[in-house]
């Protein structure tokens, strides 16, 4: 089942410029356009937002829109500069999101993300985490997935939402209503549909193909099944020439998972030494492989620490291997390192008074190419509780920061603490009782209070934040860590309420 993104940059070139000249730049409230020749004509080949609110379009001549905006920003459209500065973009997003990953010219990038969407949680946070990435550093984005590239490109571009994600086997019904634009078909050809009715392509897929293919060329009927996914059209993936790469040509296709494999191991070895050479350890690992047909088949294999031992990378590649589906043959196989980092050598230490430490990273990375998340969780310099713990990778150094020693700290802490109804007799004493979730729990011992206060460098209504702590125990043993939310007699340090945040037992 191929899910394909494409993902949409509809003010690329000016969101750029913008960029280059920096937030404190004075002109960067202005209307910016990108302009180019077409013959004689200086016309507008791209513009931002701020732009098109006052007026300008695609093709307005200069003088024009120079006259419809007073001050306006105009720069001359580098097609080349944007070209590279797209390929370094898909680069980035390669490292990030999938391994198939090319530039969709001139504004756009379309990626193959098979399997690789629960990586990310689902395919609604993918391309949010996607789009936010890109506003995050000042572009506009829109993006799509579909189950082919041609749907994927039109929702992107024409669907009207943000973020698109279209079920396997919708494509039909998500773009009958688009416009003819979305098939990315030539504006004669565009033209000549529209002088015939045709307004939508719903429209057009409903009609005979014959007549139109006699009169518009094989073109309009190849894109029609491109977007509904009943043609493949392969995405070639961007390369550059930093990345460590090795590659295998077959005289004779290969579709047997146990040739695939074994290849693969041949592969890794060559890789492993080419890293060698470098100094290199491998974080991520790719395995592309040209199917007969043009189309690709992909497989990632991350690792949580630079290595560069054989047998690992390859029972880390080779255990996916029946996920791949090699239709008529494999032509060729390429495997990439597309995250590398340093590492060097070292002489392994023994001691006769202390046993070896395991290592367990081959296990980790087994697990979490097999679609898991592993982490260990870590002290975090914070005096309020729920902010003091944080999700760490599971090899990464451990650090000297630990808990409060001085009062404990309960096994199991909630992310949010949970409301309870209690009776206390005076401000500095715990409860008598305390119900927590429809549960009456007498309170027999307790010890306390420590008071925390909020962290008012980081928020202002914290300022004079209190919380006074408690470790309860109840008539069956059990202990639990409840609070108070503020001093117990002023209300601008708290609500008074209390709450549990934690179990003991």
Known sequence: ?????????????????????????????????????????????????????????????????????PGLIVEHLEADADARALKELAFHFLRIYAPIVATDLPDGLVMDTTGADHLHGNETLMLGGMVNRLHASGFAARAAIAESWGAAYALARFGGQEISVIPQGKAREALNSLPLAALRLEDET??????????????????????????????????????????AEPVKPVRVPELVEVRRVFAEPIAAAETIGRYTEKLVSGLCAALEKRGLGARRVDLLLNRVDGTFQAIRAGTSKPVRDARQIARLLTDRINTIDPGFGIETMVMTVTHAEPLVAGQVRTSLLSENR????????????????????????????????????????????????????????????????????????????????????????????????????????????????????????????????????????????????????
């Open 358 to 505: 395991a290592d367990v990273a081959d296990t980790i990375d087994v697990i979490i190419n097999r679609g898991h998340r592993v982490y260990r969780y870590a002290a975090v310099a914070s005096d309020v509780p729920e902010r003091s713990v944080a999700r760490l990778p599971a090899l990464c150094p451990e650090d000297a920061i630990g808990w409060p020693g001085h009062w404990p700290r309960p096994i199991r802490l909630f992310s949010r603490p949970e409301p309870i109804e209690t009776l206390a007799l005076l401000p500095d004493h715990p409860p008598r009782y305390f119900i927590w979730r429809g549960i009456r729990h007498l309170v027999k011992c307790a010890d306390g209070p420590e008071r925390v206060f909020g962290e008012w460098w980081k928020r202002d209504r914290e300022k004079s934040a209190v919380r006074d702590y408690f470790m309860v125990e109840d008539e069956t043993g059990g202990r639990f860590w409840i609070f108070r939310s503020g001093d117990g007699e002023h209300t601008n340090t708290g609500s008074q309420a209390w709450f549990i945040h934690g179990l003991f037992t």
């Open 190 to 231: 565009i033209r000549g549909l529209k002088v015939l009715g045709f307004r939508s392509i719903g429209e057009l897929a409903d009609a005979p193909r014959a007549p139109l293919v006699l009169r518009f060329g094989p073109q309009l009927a190849r894109r029609l099944d491109q977007a509904f996914g009943q043609v």
């Open 1 to 69: 089942m191929q899910r394909v993104v494409s993902l949409y940059l509809p003010t690329w070139p000016t969101d750029r410029y913008r960029r280059r000249l920096g937030h404190d730049a004075p002109s960067t409230d202005k209307p910016v356009v990108m302009i180019g020749r077409q013959g004689s004509r200086r016309l507008v080949l791209a513009l931002d937002k701020a732009a098109k609110v006052a007026g300008i379009r695609l093709g307005t001549p200069v003088s024009k829109a120079q006259a419809l905006v």
